[in-house]
């Protein structure tokens, strides 16, 4: 990887289909693990109470700290970094397409994440508050002033930003503890309001969650940059001669991780409230366990049986964004009053099978599509907004 480093940056083709799965294998594992995440918030009011206070079975508990412990801050930041190894790509692909299309590449990704901030919004305030996309898009533009930026740069602001970022997660830490306030009123609403009387909730507060964006870009653009890095060194293309230096990162990351993500286990267990769960978390335990699954799961990978085993997870990281919304669709029909008004009932041991299941449902119905169709139906959508004309879905 050092020598790869210290190498000129040069356009170049396409890597081939089957290294590129590999992205798609690791992207549709990061939706799982962001479902799990997510599933604490979707089914109760994980947010608005204290760790371990409203959930009261011990098989409950139990599974709730795996979920922070194993998956809360990790599988966002594996998706973070793919967005970024993304771009990388997709910059390279431009490029090596000629001059003009190279030149044209930054007003189409302007366009592409503006119509992703619209799908954002749109999730933000008419499905579910928890919604990234917004923040990505956002911070998509302050990557592309990136794109030209020398390695060596890269890291330097890989530091700083992870610096502020861990230093913001520390600040917003004593302000985000759950004081327990409404939180009746919230379990009535969400277990029996109906759709307008929960949207008109969500709106009061999606405002102010739009305000806090910029705040947040830092702790999402490092992991972007890193992605960048990856792709321009072209780790991509050459993954089947990685795995020494998959071997030494794993070595470093996932001893720090075990240590962040145990010293977050210790105040769970001793101070559930801590004001600095949110750094040990997602500042640096999640971003560090995010990376070793990396790692490990691309050791996995370099095995032909590990990589066939793997790769039909392929098609479900190429519906992300299909997926990712779905995810909403199906867990607020599930859990809100206007739907099975499951919330609040249902605790996390039940919830991950749900999960499970939700995840095995899309592995199949993304196979079944895409062996039929070009992109997933919010991918096609995107791609068409972004191009402005309709591209065609069949295929041939």
Not at 208 to 219: A, C, H, M, N
Request: hydrophobic share 55%; proline share 5%.
């Amino acid at each position: 990887m050092t020598s790869e480093i210290t190498q000129p940056i040069k356009p170049a083709p396409v890597a081939p289909k089957a290294r590129l799965e590999r992205i798609d294998i690791l992207r549709g594992i990061a939706l799982f693990g962001i479902l799990l995440v997510n599933m604490l918030n979707f089914s109760g009011p994980y947010l608005e109470t204290e760790i371990f206070s409203y959930w009261q079975s011990l098989p409950d508990k139990v599974v709730e700290f795996l979920i922070i412990i194993f998956a809360e801050g990790a599988f966002y930041s594996i998706f973070s970094f793919l967005f970024g190894l993304g771009f990388a790509l997709q910059m390279l692909s431009a490029e090596a397409k000629g001059e003009a299309v190279a030149q044209g590449f930054g007003p189409l990704f302007r366009r592409r994440l503006f119509f992703l901030f619209l799908f954002g919004l749109s999730h933000l305030f008419l499905i579910w508050e928890g919604d990234i996309l917004t923040q990505y898009a956002l911070t998509g533009l302050v990557l592309l002033s990136f794109r030209n930026r020398s390695i060596k740069q890269l890291i330097r602001w890989i530091i700083i930003c992870a610096v502020i970022s861990i230093a913001f997660f520390a600040l917003i830490g004593p302000f985000s503890i759950p004081d327990g306030t409404g939180l009746t009123e919230l379990i009535a609403l969400m277990s029996s309001g109906t759709y307008l009387e929960i949207l008109q909730d969500r709106s009061s507060f999606a405002l102010p969650t739009l305000l806090v964006l910029p705040f947040l870009i830092p702790s999402i653009l490092w992991l972007f940059l890193v992605g960048l890095i990856a792709g321009k060194t072209r780790f991509f293309y050459t993954i089947e001669t990685k795995t020494p230096f998959l071997k030494r990162a794993l070595s470093i990351t996932l001893p720090l991780a075990i240590i962040a993500k145990g010293i977050l286990a210790y105040l769970l267990i001793t101070n559930p409230g801590g004001s600095w769960n949110f750094v040990f978390s997602w500042g640096l335990g999640g971003p560090l366990l995010g990376f070793s699954y990396i790692a490990i799961f691309l050791l996995i990978m370099q095995s032909p049986i590990g990589f066939k085993r793997l790769n039909i997870l392929a098609p479900v990281g190429r519906m992300a964004l299909t997926n990712y919304i779905s995810h909403s669709l199906i867990c607020t029909t599930l859990f809100y009053g206007y739907g099975f008004a499951l919330y609040g009932k249902l605790g996390p041991l039940i919830t991950l099978f749900i999960a499970i299941a939700i995840f095995v449902g899309q592995i199949f119905l993304s196979n079944w599509w895409l062996s039929r169709y070009r992109f997933g139906p919010l991918e096609w959508v995107w791609r068409s907004l972004t191009y402005g004309k309709w591209i065609p879905l069949v295929r041939a």
